[in-house]
């Protein structure tokens, strides 16, 4: 029996950079999770009888809203719905699904690198056919809906066990339950070079992986100690849990400390890594080295054709604007395009699907391919194992000569998490305003050379993305950006995102805080942020 429930809008169901990400408290509302999702079907036309994916990365209150949304989709018209074994799927897991299976969509329930529990965060995001997360245009539509939205539908069944793989009937609808790691694992296995890999864990090759008790515990723990032959203990915190084990699963150096000083020690293992709650970020550690964001994307671009996917090279390269040039650098040496575009995983889904660009990258730990539409943080860490087992070199090592090569881009960014929401709006505000002045002042004696704020016109479909970060820009190659950031629950997270450019290879082994102090020290005189937050330090620095 399919009931229609009266209802009425909430005014918060504005979809951010990943969807829709509040308090779990928030979500427990009733008819909050319903009307979003009714919005998100509302939103969409010519679905009757197609599939749709549904999964999460098992945080708290995740196989509640699996049961709704089943029982809505269900209700809505859709005519088979895939859901990962136990409610799990990574998020690059689930673009997978959605591409191999032609699935007219998918809904994700995650807020990614974020806290859960009880009273923790929760998200739920669109993804569309391509198996990305779903462009402005469609998110607009969705949040105009949840703004009207007076009547949701839902299917009056019991709940479908998620534990047992295998079909049944939810009303009309088929359901099939899926192992949510097979078809991953199928994919990265024709994309790299695992008898290599193979061969390099066989002969001694040591690793530490740490899955933050999230979602990519069980495709690491699959990938690596099954497939691949490293030893068992190689993934750590593998079983996902509702609350993450307590952990922040964000891996930054931060949040993934233990990591960290197991790759500082003495008797480090070759090589470390670490993914977030849903598993599309990445953390890359050396024996003695930690690999920035910025320069693994760089990094993973210029030795791509050593993995049999990428044999035949790159289209193009594309990172986010607060992501550091040095990706940059590696596309000129290549002769390939290179795409700047705002933060916000969807805006490389154009460049991908158009074959613009092969490989793209952010700054907060996200770098996948056209494997998927999505950031994917096991992705990464394998082609980093495929570049070590076939150059048979250090992570250092290889670092070291590629900077040697292309210049090394110092570079860190400042959060400051948390902060009253009006004290930030007022800074960005006030920096906004100053911008056309700014051009050939001195700041802590740097000169800007210009200054804007940052928009972007896709090249594909000529659409245009305004106020997407205050670049300010130095002469010499130095550059301080400020963005707010659309991935919180609570107040307002300021970054502060810092870069110099060195070509001097004499110069490559400063401590990034000392080859940064004077943009660090610029950026404070410009934004004033001590004085308007009352921070007197970020609250992360990666």
């Not at 036309?45 to 708290?60: H, M, Q, S």
């Not at 590696?330 to 490389?348: D, M, S």
């Not at 305004?466 to 670049?471: K, S």
């Amino acid at each position: 029996m399919i009931r229609t429930v009266p209802t009425t809008p909430f005014d918060d169901q504005k979809p951010g950079t990943s969807g829709l990400r509040k308090k779990v408290p928030h979500f427990q509302q009733p008819n909050y999770v319903e009307n979003f999702v009714q919005s998100i079907f509302d939103s969409l036309e010519n679905f009757a009888g197609k599939t749709l994916v549904i999964g999460g990365d098992g945080r708290y209150f995740n196989r509640e809203v699996i049961q709704v949304a089943l029982k809505m989709a269900a209700a809505n018209g859709f005519g088979r719905v895939l859901v990962g074994r136990g409610g799990i799927l990574s998020t690059p897991a689930a673009s997978h699904v959605i591409r191999k299976f032609r699935a007219f969509g998918g809904i994700i329930l995650s807020a990614s690198h974020n806290p859960g529990g009880p009273t923790e965060d929760f998200g739920i995001k669109y993804n569309i056919g391509n198996g990305g997360p779903a462009p402005e245009k469609y998110t607009n539509a969705i949040y105009a809906g949840s703004r009207e939205i007076t009547e949701y539908r839902i299917l009056d069944a019991p709940d479908v066990d998620l534990d047992i793989t295998g079909t049944t009937m939810l009303g009309p609808m088929q359901v099939e339950v899926i192992d949510p790691v097979a078809d991953y694992a199928e994919l990265m296995e024709s994309l790299f070079d695992f008898d290599a890999i193979r061969a390099a864990f066989a002969g001694g090759f040591r690793m530490a992986f740490d899955a933050m008790s999230a979602v990519t515990g069980p495709y690491a723990t699959e990938i690596l100690e099954n497939r691949l032959g490293a030893p068992k203990g190689t993934v750590r915190n593998g079983t996902p849990l509702p609350d993450f084990g307590g952990h922040h699963p964000d891996p930054n150096l931060v949040h993934a400390r233990d990591l960290h000083d197991t790759m500082m020690a003495a008797d480090a293992p070759d090589f470390g890594a670490a993914s977030d709650g849903d598993g599309d970020r990445n953390l890359i550690i050396g024996r003695g080295i930690f690999v920035t964001p910025s320069d693994s994307l760089a990094l993973l671009a210029a030795n791509a054709h050593l993995a049999p996917g990428y044999a035949a090279g790159l289209k193009g390269i594309a990172r986010s604007m607060p992501t550091s040039a040095a990706a940059d650098r590696v596309a000129e040496a290549l002769g390939i395009g290179i795409y700047e575009t705002p933060t916000g995983w969807k805006f490389f889904g154009n460049l991908l699907d158009a074959g613009l660009a092969t490989i793209c990258g952010e700054e907060s730990a996200g770098t996948g391919s056209d494997h998927v539409r999505e950031k994917d943080g096991l992705w990464a860490v394998l082609l980093w194992l495929n570049i070590l087992a076939v150059r048979k070199q250090s992570v250092r090592d290889i670092v070291e000569a590629h900077w040697a090569e292309h210049g090394r881009n110092y570079y860190a960014r400042h959060d400051y998490e948390a902060i009253e929401t009006a004290a930030a709006n007022d800074l960005v505000a006030d920096l906004r305003n100053r911008l056309a002045a700014l051009p050939g002042q001195a700041v802590a004696g740097l000169t800007i050379a210009a200054a804007d704020d940052f928009a972007y016109l896709d090249p594909v479909d000529g659409s245009e993305s305004a106020h997407q970060g205050i670049r300010v820009l130095f002469e010499g190659g130095s550059r301080a950006v400020f963005r707010l950031s659309g991935t919180g629950t609570s107040g307002a997270t300021l970054r502060v995102y810092l870069e110099r450019f060195e070509p001097d290879p004499a110069r490559h082994g400063l401590a990034t805080a000392e080859a940064l102090a004077e943009v660090i020290a610029a950026a404070e005189a410009l934004a004033g942020i001590r004085a308007r937050t009352g921070r007197t330090q970020p609250d992360v620095i990666t």
